[in-house]
């Protein structure tokens, strides 16, 4: 594996062996890199748990992180992402994290790097690391993913959240259902639809999806102030779950639209774990694409400086 930019396509041994990885550093930590790895984290979107967990996995692996603020960077100047990129790759990056608002926009980028590349999400495209910390945390709460009955409520449509795990889950054998809204909803993706009511009563694991009305066209979507009580976890359906199951949610949360406030933290929620996972499952993802894929960035930078790939 080069780059980490899309769950499609990898097997289940790859992602077993990743959240091993996750794992065997949770247990045991990780020596930091010895050699200086240097690494953009180039975000054309807003983020909060992604760029910063992905800043601490960075520190925590003695790797420097290259900071980027698209509104004051060369962007301002008409600078496109993949002359940013390049930029970064020329003046001595290992690896590139990025987010964009564009669907496909990172993996395309990818293809035209010689340096491995993260996607940090990418419009309504795919979230990788998001889905990896996602199932690293089901797979600590029930140890297999093997008929567990996943069911993913919510703005299906907008979320590259749900594409990814949606992707993986299946890969991983799985039960995949999705609910939303009839607007919501994403024919391409090849799972069965489901309300809420009866998915609260089968799912193992409730995982909700913001609302993403930054995606939205008002006209198409109206808000609804009924939402949370006809697509979204209320404390009725909370009661109505299985004793063992777990409520899931990438954040950032409209509390009291896909989420009764007061479930946010409830006992079986687990939205703060996958926070913390995050910075775990980050460092098993940029410890893996540096070694299989970047060491040689480190000592080879003037022979790559000089590379054109186009
Ligand atoms: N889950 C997630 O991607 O959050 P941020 O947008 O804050 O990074």
Same mark, same amino acid.
């Given at each position: ?13 790859? $992602?077993?062996? $990743? ?21 953009? #984290? ?17 520190? *925590?692996? %003695? ?14 100047? %008409?600078?496109? +992402? ?9 003046? %001595? ?25 993260? /996607?940090? %999400? ?21 140890? *297999? ?9 919510? @703005? ?8 990814? /795990?949606?992707?993986? $889950? ?31 009563? +089968? ?6 999806? *913001?609302?993403?009305?930054? *995606?939205?066209? =008002? &006209? @198409?979507?109206?808000?609804? &102030? ?9 404390? =009725? ?6 004793? !063992? ?8 949360? #409209?509390?009291?639209? =896909?989420?009764? @406030? ?14 913390? #996972? ?18 040689? !960035? ?13």
């Amino acid at each position: 594996m080069k780059h980490f930019v899309s769950m499609k396509g990898l097997s289940e041994h790859e $992602l077993m062996q $990743l959240m091993k990885l996750a794992s065997d550093i949770e247990e045991n930590g990780i020596a930091p890199f010895s050699e200086q790895f240097f690494v953009g #984290n180039l975000f054309f979107e807003p983020s909060t748990r992604t760029k910063m967990s992905f800043i601490v996995a960075q520190k *925590r692996l %003695g790797i420097e992180a290259l900071d980027f603020h698209a509104e004051t960077s060369s962007v301002k100047k %008409g600078e496109t +992402i993949y002359d940013t990129a390049k930029t970064f790759e020329s003046i %001595g990056a290992s690896l590139l994290v990025v987010r964009h608002p564009e669907d496909d926009a990172v993996q395309q980028l990818a293809s035209q790097l010689s340096i491995p590349v993260i /996607n940090a %999400g990418d419009g309504a495209g795919e979230h990788p690391t998001q889905s990896l910390l996602d199932l690293y945390t089901m797979f600590q709460e029930f140890g *297999r993913f093997k008929g567990l009955n996943v069911a993913i409520v919510g @703005d299906i449509k907008h979320s590259r959240v749900a594409r990814s /795990n949606a992707l993986a $889950l299946q890969t991983l054998g799985a039960n995949v259902y999705l609910s939303a809204k009839s607007e919501w909803q994403d024919d391409t993706l090849p799972f069965p639809y489901i309300n809420i009511d009866d998915a609260v009563k +089968i799912a193992d694991v409730i995982m909700l999806l *913001r609302v993403q009305t930054e *995606r939205h066209q =008002e &006209k @198409d979507y109206p808000q609804e &102030k009924s939402y949370l009580e006809k697509y979204g976890l209320t404390i =009725e359906r909370e009661q109505k779950m299985l004793a !063992h199951a777990i409520i899931m949610h990438p954040a950032p949360v #409209n509390r009291g639209v =896909e989420i009764d @406030d007061t479930l946010v933290e409830a006992k079986r929620s687990r939205i703060f774990k996958q926070m913390k #996972n995050g910075v775990t499952v980050r460092m098993a993802v940029i410890h893996h694409l540096l070694q299989t894929g970047g060491m040689s !960035h480190a000592t080879d930078y003037n022979k790559r400086q000089a590379t054109v790939t186009n």
